[in-house]
Structures are given as structure tokens and as C-alpha cells.
């Protein structure tokens, strides 16, 4: 059982950065993508960035310009690099794995992260 492991969160200023990371429990041998999604409270959560094994990042409206979504080489570890916070960003934020497979026989499957609280101050 694969888990994602989240960090980064915390509490920020309006204006200032934080930075997501998500580390896989396992090698992962093959995904389709990896994203991160947010929930305010009393909202349904949305999808904030995706980037595709080939790399292609792509990214919310209200994201555009200010947040970066990154992986590592080798498929591990993944980030969302976030700046110039708003106090509309403060959700839970979750990362997740789309069709996640750690080996070449496996079955795939979607992974989600714990959640981490970002909390931006106005």
C-alpha cells in the first residue's frame, strides 16, 4: 500500500510563499499524473495543478502566475511551489497520484496524500 507523505504547510502573511512537498512511501514505476487539490471549508475540494509523467504542468485559473507545480527526476517526490498567497488560498491541501503503478506487473491505482493545512493571513 502506497502512502503519499505531505509536508510544507503552515501559516503565512498575505504576499509571502510557502512550498507543498509530496513524497511516495514507494518507488513508483510508472503514473499517469500527479496534482495537488484544495478544500476550503463548507467548498467542494478543486484541482489546483497537475503535471503528466511527460512533465506538462497545467494549473487553476485562480493559480495561474503565482503557484508551480514540479516533480523530481526519477517520478519520487513532487512540490507546489506557492507565491504571492492570498488569504482565498487557505484551504487543506491534498496531493495525488493518477494511476500509480510501482512496478512493471502491478495494477494501478489513485493515491492521495493526508492533507496540509495552509492558513494565509490577511
Known amino acids: 500500500q502506497v502512502q503519499l507523505v505531505e509536508s510544507g504547510g503552515g501559516l503565512v502573511q498575505a504576499g509571502g510563499s510557502l512550498r507543498l512537498s509530496c513524497t511516495p512511501s514507494?518507488?513508483?514505476?510508472?503514473?499517469?499524473?500527479m496534482a495537488w487539490y484544495r478544500q476550503a471549508p463548507g467548498k467542494q475540494r478543486e484541482l489546483v495543478a497537475t503535471?503528466?509523467?511527460?512533465?506538462?504542468?497545467n494549473y487553476a485559473d485562480s493559480v495561474k502566475g503565482r503557484f508551480s507545480i514540479s516533480r523530481e527526476n526519477g517520478k519520487k517526490t513532487f512540490y507546489l511551489q506557492m507565491d504571492s498567497l492570498k488569504p482565498e488560498d487557505t484551504a487543506t491541501y491534498y496531493c495525488?497520484?493518477?494511476?500509480?503503478?510501482?512496478?512493471?506487473?502491478?495494477?494501478?491505482?489513485?493515491?492521495w496524500g493526508q492533507g496540509t493545512q495552509v492558513t494565509v493571513s490577511s
Open positions: 495525488n497520484v493518477d494511476r500509480l503503478r510501482t512496478s512493471a506487473w502491478g495494477s494501478s491505482r489513485t493515491y
Open positions: 503535471i503528466s509523467s511527460f512533465g506538462t504542468a
Open positions: 514507494e518507488y513508483i514505476f510508472s503514473f499517469n499524473a
